[in-house]
Nanobody, 120 residues
Framework: QVQLVESGGGLVQPGGSLRLSCAASGFSFSSAVMSWYRQAPGKERELVAAISGAGGSTNYADSVKGRFTISRDNTKNTVTLQSNSLKPEDTAVYYC?????????????WGQGTQVTVSS
């Protein structure tokens, strides 16, 4: 059974930092592209950052470049989003996503989300 469990969200003041983690199980973690998405109230879910299976390639939304860093540990089946210089507009529910391609099929798995609130 595939499971993605996020942790590390919370309330932080503007300019502060949070470290989000996603623990994965039930699939071949090292073969999956791992991503972080977020969804703010009244807005569509958007990609924040993604990392390739081996960790050699990353991609970031323009809004978080230079502030957020995605990384993974394939020995522990975890993916982490280090979020620095947080802004009120970073407030959202953050979701971990795994994407696997097997042959011509693509499988996507989502975590339950963790709330990040940036406020003074």
């Amino acid at each position: 059974q595939v499971q993605l469990v996020e942790s590390g969200g919370g309330l932080v003041q503007p300019g502060g930092s949070l470290r989000l983690s996603c623990a994965a199980s039930g699939f071949s973690f090292s073969s999956a592209v791992m991503s972080w998405y977020r969804q703010a109230p009244g807005k569509e879910r958007e990609l924040v950052a993604a990392i390739s299976g081996a960790g050699g390639s990353t991609n970031y939304a323009d809004s978080v470049k230079g502030r957020f860093t995605i990384s993974r540990d394939n020995t522990k089946n975890t993916v982490t989003l280090q979020s620095n210089s947080l802004k009120p507009e970073d407030t959202a529910v953050y979701y971990c996503k795994a994407t696997r391609s097997i042959g011509f099929k693509t499988y996507e798995y989502w975590g339950q989300g963790t709330q990040v609130t940036v406020s003074s």
